[in-house]
């Protein structure tokens, strides 16, 4: 004759215990799962002879308690870092668009000024080695460089030889 398992007699009342607490089926097992392991770790504390049925909801209630006080930990906490964190975020396309017109107003360039540009501002080289590359001295590659960049800050306000400027969805523009 086989003798049954205790704790298996206990798997139905631990989950309607479970459920009682947590009002959710799959939160009660998980539950039970955690009780049991906790006390399968714990079961040197179960004194001989001890019936593991009282001793086994008490760890089910006390791992309640523990995962209720730690969503509410976890809320707070939630709570206070939404607080400190910004309320608007900018839109992506926002950043898109706005690059796709700067890239724009870059491939607008007169081809010498692009290309110094592009050697200094974008791959790094000096304004000797850019020159260097392109056969002018480095003064005419400074020269090059400052009116690029002085082109597409202008067309960047709108200034620039009657381009448009780059359109801020949102910004000072969208009033007009």
């Known amino acids: 004759m086989t003798r049954r398992d205790p ?11 479970a459920f009682a607490l947590t009002r959710d089926r799959a939160e009660a097992d998980d539950l039970v799962q955690d009780a049991l392991l906790r006390g399968h770790e714990q079961r ?12 086994l ?38 950043s898109a668009l706005r690059l796709s ?3 724009r107003a870059f491939l607008d360039l007169p081809e ?3 290309e110094a540009l592009e050697l200094v501002a974008v ?25 690029a960049r002085a082109w597409l800050r202008a067309y960047e306000e709108g200034a620039a030889l009657g381009k448009p400027s ?3 969805v949102g910004g000072h523009d969208a009033e007009e």
């Open 57 to 94: 909801r008490a760890i089910l209630r006390n791992r309640f308690l523990d995962r209720r006080r730690q969503a509410q930990s976890e809320s707070r906490r939630e709570a206070a870092y939404a607080e400190l964190s910004s309320q608007v975020v900018d839109a992506p396309q926002d």
């Open 112 to 114: 010498d000024q692009r």
């Open 166 to 168: 780059l359109k801020l």
């Open 44 to 55: 040197q504390q179960l004194a001989a002879g001890k019936a593991p049925g009282p001793w």
């Open 7 to 17: 704790i298996l007699a206990l798997l139905t009342p631990l989950r309607r215990y």
């Open 101 to 103: 017109q700067l890239r």
């Open 123 to 147: 791959e790094g080289l000096s304004y000797a080695e850019a020159g260097a590359l392109t056969g002018v001295p480095p003064g005419t590659v400074m020269s090059r460089v400052s009116r």
